[in-house]
């Protein structure tokens, strides 16, 4: 019987051949469990408790024990800031200008007033204003201010004048050679805030927005306005003790200072306050932060003088070596190189530098030291000067400007004009913001110094000293570390001769009749049960240890296949790369995946037909050349069969094809016949589509007939005719399969073509000429499967770009190694197994639905391999997050994750770029929604019956932003599904939360390590519709919780057969999902939605400025188009990419295209 009428139809249930493959013809599987030395060793003797006694970081904010008799209300005001005495008359008119106004709702310059709030002078003069006046007042950084009381604060309507430094605090070193800057403040009344309120927040009875705000402001304003607490950026929340405190404050196993002694470890608190049940608590953390240094010694309070060494931009080391921001240079000569001018530009831009000279010609009277304090590298934009554009001058003779009518240098101006001979004439001169009326000046490099302020910089001792400090301070001792630093914020500020405000921290709250509970807070929390994995065949299910499992001798519960792959080596180590090549794909297929033995062989024998050897020297800037010269030498072997390895064999190169439908089909891949070069396609069919695609070739026979056929395989075990798509060549024997779908060895014979018009069968010698009916050319081919980068290092320029290039826009897998990582393996099979794992997850298609295991619960029902509640029904399950462009960029990106199935295993994406903002857009919210519809529906031929939907990244200040998002959701959800859905809304907070639990009873491994962390699915309830989840194990750590917040439920009550999402259902569905990470054999803090989301997001925003400028692909282009801000409403302004043919023309016009990763050149659902 022919395979015309056999064949096996497709699509029932969205399922294929290779999703049924089976059988235990695969070997043993290799390696162990992510990360943990194999997950052999169990977490202690004694099975996982269902409870555990936790320490937490909250202390619980109280009424103060003195003063509780005032039972005044609190008081708001809006605070106004101005310039005074400043009297400037407008030559135009001869009328007087007002002074500027900074923090009022009625602005006269909004940007110049947003710049004013990021500076300190808001907070110098507040400090200022609170000592000079004596008023005990709690600032917001920008317009609001607030007093224990209306009588205890100031005069309303009142222009208070305050004095400050414009450049420095009053207690600098330098402060006496600081200009003085006036301001006048004022304060208006806006509400009151009832005492009764705060009895009732604080006792737990309700919550209120305004209260929480007005408290947190009281503690961070009482915190930065206590005498020497350091804040080391306006808005930040953080503050740090004074500097002659933190030698004592930390442990001696942890370096303050970096070796080159430029860099300090300051120690501080953060504090926030947060509602519970319980009423409100004081959540605090411990954190450090490298500061720039100064001066070389500066601890002590009384060592902090103007005579004392500066930190110099250009140092010359004790052994002769010569830095500028810790670069080395040649001081004899001019700095030339490119790249090192710009390494140089970079690491002064990240410095607050300060100018300090001495003249040797001045005024008698006047003080010989000049100084410039706190300022940046900025752009010379002076219409007369001849440095126009730049903010560094490399070969500072080339500078000249008239001075006393002659032609100066800055050298010579400052030998002339103060006496002062350079030593370092050759170094570049640098141009400084605000010198002089508010307008640069250009000083030798000499000159400048760096200033205190936070670190921008993150080099490797750093991140040690760092690392450092969270392992000696990790689980019970950051607790107890915690409550350390709140009893000496306590009292800090009591005494000394510095003193401006006479109040300690402690006395600042009792003024507000609040006090913190220093007690250590204990409490009970939940262990959830890690649930069952599964992998392929009727074995037990896989040991969960403490938040992962073991991959040892398993196969993958659905392998994917692997039909081809590229190399691209970025190292200059041939031989490591194709030891990690070949044991990549050995390993994976001991797990079951489907790897062909021409891919295989390749690996040991002609690695070289496939890889390409990076040999230049911007790596980054040629990945996409080089990953598509790579792509262009594998189709040689692969497509066009160079080394007659499939002529050879007598088989074929088996892949997948598709138009510009989402459906993928399988085919065979035909070599050229003739010297035109083309090449041919054999197709499978369905029974819609087998009068077109059936036929693989139009012959004439010799008696000049022309047939419409389709080439089939002989073989001696039967008469039948087996399609290519059905024959195989494995480990030196063809194969071929069986309509029970196993795979049986056979004896080749020949091939032939078979007519179905009249079932002739045509053997090559009755053929005079043929052709393909199918070209490639007309086909987009899946091809190669997976891309294999081999890396010199793990920096994230290179990842990134591999990353988007290939991923999203070639639709073409890849997966990146790092050659150290690889070589320091002890166990390489166990590495190997991780990264098979990655493939089987990304080698997931619409046709290859490949899945490397399932799980279940206990009691669940989610039905087999799917999630608790989520698998009763079909439900849409998204992950939701951002990230944002850092510094002046204007944009953030948007990455949605979505689940296609009811195991939450098998993952789609959509990413969208908009304006900066934490607030997704309409049209972006929108747009996800319709994705996500339109791929579940491909996916399950059906569309979804609910929505349950995890949003991260939002803080509580935008919760009430939380419905705009919700009302775009329903309203794309009822456009696509032509019917409303219920919605639930989770909000996720993992980034910046603050909070820690431990377990309050420290307990040790066998190896006598302290377990510092709390067990895998530790979960704690804060609310009635709100808790925290530990997922992730491990031992060593601060045991960082996410917090999930419901914050709107439509599906909480049951409907027919399927039960409500109640909260311990939404508990249990978020601890199952947490192990579902297809990546790798643990569970994950995030759940695997949100950290995929993250972690596509920085991929694209690492790429925004390539893609901005324009990239191409094998013939075809592709550029972010960015309309500016202010062309129109919305959908006009948002960005989308634009799709250039060889011609330059744009491919569909009509169609913007927003998603970032709908991959423009291969526009479908595989990958």
Avoid at 415 to 433: R, T
Avoid at 703 to 723: P, Y
Avoid at 917 to 929: A, C, H, P, R, W
Avoid at 999 to 1012: A, L, M
């Amino acid at each position: 019987m022919s395979r015309w009428n056999s064949k096996r139809p497709y699509g029932d249930g969205g399922g294929g051949r290779y999703q049924q493959r089976g059988g235990g013809g695969y070997g043993g599987g290799y390696g162990g469990g992510y990360g943990g030395g194999g997950g052999s060793r169990s977490f202690g003797s004694d099975p996982q408790p269902t409870e555990l006694q936790v320490l937490t970081n909250q202390n619980k904010l109280v009424l103060s024990s003195a003063g509780t008799s005032d039972r005044s209300d609190y008081m708001q005001c809006e605070v106004t800031i101005k310039n005074a005495f400043w009297k400037k008359v407008d030559e135009a008119t001869g009328e007087e200008i007002p002074p500027r106004v900074f923090t009022s709702h009625e602005r006269d310059d909004p940007e110049k007033t947003k710049k004013f709030l990021k500076t300190p002078l808001p907070w110098r003069v507040m400090k200022k204003w609170a000592s000079e006046y004596k008023i005990e007042v709690a600032y917001d950084g920008a317009a609001k201010a607030y007093f224990p009381s209306e009588a205890a604060g100031p005069e309303l309507g009142r222009e208070y004048q305050v004095k400050v430094k414009r450049d420095c605090e009053e207690d600098d070193p330098d402060a006496d050679k600081v200009k003085d800057r006036w301001f006048a403040v004022i304060f208006e009344k806006t509400i009151s805030i009832p005492y009764d309120g705060i009895i009732s927040v604080l006792n737990g009875a309700e919550t209120s927005e305004e209260i929480s705000t007005m408290l947190n402001v009281v503690l961070k304003s009482g915190a930065v306005l206590t005498d020497g607490m350091i804040s080391m950026e306006p808005n930040s929340s953080a503050v740090f003790f004074p500097l002659y405190m933190q030698r004592d404050l930390f442990d001696r196993k942890v370096p303050q200072e970096t070796r080159d002694n430029t860099k300090i470890l300051l120690s501080g608190l953060r504090m926030t306050v947060v509602f519970r049940k319980g009423g409100a608590f004081v959540q605090s953390e411990s954190v450090v932060q490298y500061a720039n240094k100064d001066y070389l010694e500066m601890f002590q309070r009384e060592q902090r003088h103007n005579n004392m060494p500066r930190v110099p931009l250009l140092y010359a080391g004790e052994r002769g070596g010569v830095t500028i921001a810790g670069i080395t240079i040649d001081p004899n000569r001019p700095i030339t190189e490119p790249h090192k001018r710009a390494t140089i530009e970079e690491a002064i831009k990240k410095r607050k530098i300060c100018v300090a000279y001495e003249k040797k010609i001045h005024k008698p009277g006047k003080d010989p030291l000049q100084i410039y304090k706190g300022r940046s590298l900025c752009i010379d934009r002076e219409d007369d000067s001849k440095g126009k554009g730049q903010n560094i001058i490399w070969i500072p003779n080339e500078y000249t400007f008239k001075h006393n009518d002659q032609d100066m240098t800055v050298a010579s101006f400052f030998e002339s004009a103060h006496g002062v001979v350079l030593k370092y004439p050759n170094m570049p001169i640098v141009h400084i913001d605000n010198v002089y009326k508010r307008r640069g000046g250009w000083f030798p490099i000499e000159f400048v110094f760096q200033a205190f302020g936070k670190s921008k910089e993150n080099n490797e001792d750093m991140v040690n000293n760092i690392l450092k400090y969270h392992d000696v301070y990790a689980g019970k001792d950051y607790v107890n570390e915690v409550g350390r630093k709140l009893e000496r914020l306590a009292m800090t500020g009591a005494s000394g001769a510095n003193n401006q405000s006479g109040a300690c921290f402690k006395d600042r709250l009792a003024k507000w009749r609040i006090q913190i509970d220093m007690e250590a807070r204990e409490e009970t929390a939940k262990v959830l049960k890690a649930p069952r994995i599964k992998f392929k065949g009727n074995g037990p299910p896989a040991r969960a240890t403490n938040g992962s499992f073991n991959l040892n001798r398993v196969q993958f519960s659905m392998p994917a296949k692997v039909t081809s792959f590229v190399v691209v080596n970025f190292t200059d180590n041939q031989h490591s790369c194709k030891k990690y090549v070949q044991n990549i794909l050995r390993v994976a297929e001991t797990h079951g995946v489907d790897i062909p033995r021409e891919v295989t062989e390749i690996s040991e024998r002609n690695l070289d037909l496939v890889t390409e050897h990076y040999r230049g020297r911007d790596d980054v800037g040629d990945a996409l050349d080089t990953v598509a010269t790579a792509i262009q030498r594998a189709k040689e072997f692969y497509l066009y069969d160079s080394q007659n390895f499939y002529r050879k064999n007598n088989s074929f190169f088996q892949t997948y094809c598709f138009k510009e439908e989402r459906e993928e089909f399988e085919c065979v891949v035909l070599p050229p016949t003739h010297k035109d070069g083309k090449l041919g396609l054999l197709l499978d069919y369905k029974h819609y589509n087998k009068d077109t695609q059936y036929f693989s070739h139009r012959i004439t026979t010799r008696d000049n007939k022309v047939h419409n056929a389709r080439l089939m395989v002989k073989i001696s075990q039967t008469e039948s005719l087996i399609d290519p798509l059905d024959f195989r060549f494995r480990d030196g024997r063809h194969e071929a399969c069986r309509g029970d779908n196993t795979w049986k060895p056979v004896t080749f014979v020949g091939m032939c073509f078979l007519c179905p018009q009249d079932e002739s069968v045509l053997n090559e010698s009755d053929i005079q000429s043929m052709e393909f009916v199918h070209l490639v050319r007309d086909w987009e081919i899946d091809f190669p499967s997976i891309v294999l980068t081999y890396k010199p290092d793990d920096g994230k320029a290179l990842y990134n770009r591999i990353k988007v290039m290939t991923n999203h826009f070639g639709g073409i897998q890849s997966q990146c190694a790092v050659q150290p990582t690889f070589e320091r393996q002890r166990n390489k099979d166990q590495y190997a197994s991780n990264i098979a794992t990655k493939l089987n997850a990304k080698l997931s298609t619409i046709y290859d639905k490949a899945v490397s295991w399932t799980s279940e619960s206990d009691g669940s029902s989610g039905g087999e391999g799917g999630l608790p509640w989520v698998g009763e029904a079909p439900t849409l399950v998204i992950g939701v997050g951002m990230v944002h462009g850092m510094g002046y960029s204007s944009k953030s990106v948007v990455t949605a994750y979505f689940c296609l199935d009811n195991g939450c295993m098998r993952l789609s994406n959509s990413c969208f770029v908009q304006g900066k903002s934490d607030i997704i857009s309409e049209g972006v919210m929108k747009d996800i929604i319709k994705v996500s519809i339109e791929h579940y529906i491909i996916e399950n031929n059906h569309g979804p019956e609910r929505i349950l939907f995890y949003r991260d990244g939002m803080s509580d200040g935008h919760f009430p932003r939380a419905n705009d998002e919700i009302a775009s959701i329903r309203a794309a959800a009822k456009e696509q599904l032509q019917s409303p859905i219920p919605i639930t809304f989770v909000i996720c907070q993992s980034q910046q939360l603050g909070f820690r639990m431990v377990p309050s009873v420290q307990t040790f491994n066998n190896r006598g390590t302290p377990n510092t962390n709390c067990l895998s699915g530790t979960m704690l309830e804060c609310g009635p519709s709100s808790f925290y989840l530990i997922a992730q194990g491990g031992m060593k750590g601060t045991s960082k919780p996410v917090k999930y917040i419901i914050h709107l439920n439509e599906n909480l009550n049951p409907t027919g057969r399927h039960s409500g999402l109640t909260m311990q259902n939404l508990i249990s569905c978020t601890n199952q999902m947490s192990w579902n990470y297809p990546s790798a054999s643990k569970a994950v803090r995030e759940l695997p939605m949100i950290k995929y989301s993250k972690k596509l997001g920085n991929q694209v925003l690492g790429s925004l400025m390539c893609l901005e400028a324009g990239c191409h692909w094998f013939g075809k282009s592709i550029k972010l188009v960015c309309p500016p801000e202010d062309t129109g409403n919305e959908e006009e302004t948002r960005p989308y990419l634009e799709l250039r043919n060889a011609e330059g023309a744009v491919i569909d016009p009509e169609h913007r295209q927003h998603n970032i990763v709908d991959m423009p050149f291969r526009n479908h659902l595989a990958a």
